[in-house]
Every structure is written in structure tokens, then in C-alpha cells.
């Protein structure tokens, strides 16, 4: 077990928003186990979704390292990062990040297209995505929607059931509870948690909602983890 590396480490990261944004993040030490569930709370603005752009390698740190799985983002090219994330990561963005005009059914299978090695865990895509969405409250009818003409609440759920299908080692999700009332909330933390549990999937949460840190093994502050640089305007 203690030579099981572990699915995320930060090391000496530091990033800084290109331009004239005075905005700098710093992360001395941060790391995750296999399996392990950890809430990430910090107060507005103080970088969390900076840190989860890190985590999933769409932005590169400018010193230290990010590495998933042994893997550090800085070894990758840029196409490479992209297959990674697809491969090992499911990833729920703040903004969701939905193909608009793609309909439900190919938003949920767009990371199986590019990680051959997550598509094999999945034996009938279709009837998968189906299942993920009927447990997440939607009806399963929906798959040929397309995505933009979703409610906020539902786009969450399609970006929630992109993000569990063909279980990925770490899950990512980026205040994925916003656009949730409180049943829908508490379905969807019940069938993030049953998949933990069942594959060993690590979970990343950031929330404003300390009332979580029940559900999880560990619950980090961001001023904790990480030092801000911001210029005074
Ligand atoms: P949080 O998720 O904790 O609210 P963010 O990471 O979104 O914090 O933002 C922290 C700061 O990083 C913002 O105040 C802004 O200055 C800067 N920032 C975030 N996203 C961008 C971006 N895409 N381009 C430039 N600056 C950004
Ligand atoms: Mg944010």
C-alpha cells in the first residue's frame, strides 16, 4: 500500500494568470490518495477553480509539479495533457463546459472517445449513459436532447454523468452542487460516493458549503493549501 504512488500530488506549484491580471497562486504541498474524498473550501476569488485548472492539467504550472497518478502534467505535450485528462480524470467545471449543440448521450460520451482505456471499463455506452442519468434524477429520454436547451440543474447532471462514466481514478468536480435542490443534491453526493467506494475513485470537491464535510475523509481550506499573491488595485 505505501508503494501505491499517490493520485495527486502538488509539489512547489506556482501559477500566475498571463497579462496584467495580479493574481498568483502558490502550493508548497498538496496530495491526494487512491480513493481518498477530500472538500476543498476557501472563500470566493481565493483561486480554487485556478487550482483545479492545475489538477486537470488545462493550464500549466509555471514552477513545481502536478502529477496524476505518477504522471506529471509537464512531461505531456499539449494534445497528450488532453488524452490524459480524458483517460484518468472526470472533470466537472464550474461553468459545466457542455457541448451546446451536442445532444445529451454525446456530452456524456465525449471523454470516452478520446481514453481508449476508460472506453474498454464501459461495456454498452448508451445503455451506460442512460443508467448514469435516470440515477441522477433525469429521465433517461432526455440522451437526444441537446445539451443548450437544458436547465442550469440538468446540465449539471449531463456534466456529472460525464464525469462518472467509465470510472475514472479521480473525480474533479468544481462547486457541482450549485444549481441543485436539496434532493437532487443529495442523489447525486449518494452516487459520487457509491462510486468511490465501489472503484476506489479519489474525489476533489470544492464547495462554499461547509454543511458537506460530513460526507468526506478529509476537508481542506484553501488558505491552508495555497498562498495568494494579489496586487493591490
Ligand atoms: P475561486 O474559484 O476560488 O472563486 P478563481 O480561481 O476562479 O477563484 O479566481 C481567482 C482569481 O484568479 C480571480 O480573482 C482572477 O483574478 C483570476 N482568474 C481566474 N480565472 C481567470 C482567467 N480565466 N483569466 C484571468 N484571470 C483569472
Ligand atoms: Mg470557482
Not at 498538496?30 to 492545475?54: C, D, M, R
Not at 500549466?60 to 496524476?68: I, N, R
Request: net charge neutral.
Amino acid at each position: 500500500m505505501s508503494d501505491t504512488p499517490p493520485i495527486l500530488a502538488l509539489r512547489d506549484v506556482t501559477y500566475r494568470w498571463p497579462g496584467a491580471v495580479p493574481f498568483g497562486l502558490g502550493v508548497a504541498n498538496f496530495a491526494l490518495q487512491p480513493a481518498e474524498t477530500v472538500l476543498l473550501l476557501g472563500e470566493s476569488g481565493s483561486g480554487k477553480s485556478t487550482l483545479l485548472s492545475l489538477i486537470c492539467g488545462t493550464v500549466t504550472a509555471q514552477a513545481g509539479s502536478v502529477s496524476v497518478q505518477g504522471t506529471d502534467f509537464a512531461s505531456l505535450s499539449a494534445a497528450g495533457r488532453d488524452r490524459f485528462r480524458a483517460e484518468h480524470i472526470g472533470v466537472i467545471f464550474q461553468q459545466f463546459n457542455l457541448l451546446p449543440f451536442g445532444s445529451v448521450l454525446d456530452n456524456i460520451l465525449l471523454p470516452l472517445r478520446f481514453a481508449p482505456d476508460r472506453r474498454a471499463r464501459v461495456d454498452d455506452p448508451n445503455a451506460t449513459a442512460k443508467r448514469l442519468i435516470e440515477s441522477l434524477g433525469l429521465p433517461s429520454n432526455l440522451t437526444t436532447a441537446r445539451a443548450g436547451t437544458l436547465s442550469v440543474g440538468q446540465q449539471q447532471r449531463v456534466a456529472a454523468a460525464r464525469a462518472l462514466i467509465g470510472q475514472p481514478p479521480l473525480i474533479v468536480a468544481d462547486e457541482p452542487t450549485s444549481a441543485l435542490d436539496a434532493a437532487t443534491q443529495a442523489t447525486f453526493l449518494d452516487l459520487l460516493f457509491s462510486q468511490s467506494r465501489a472503484h476506489d475513485t479519489a474525489l476533489l470537491m470544492v464547495s462554499h458549503d461547509a454543511r458537506l464535510a460530513s460526507h468526506f475523509d478529509r476537508v481542506v481550506e484553501m488558505s491552508d493549501i495555497a498562498k495568494i499573491e494579489r496586487a493591490v488595485a
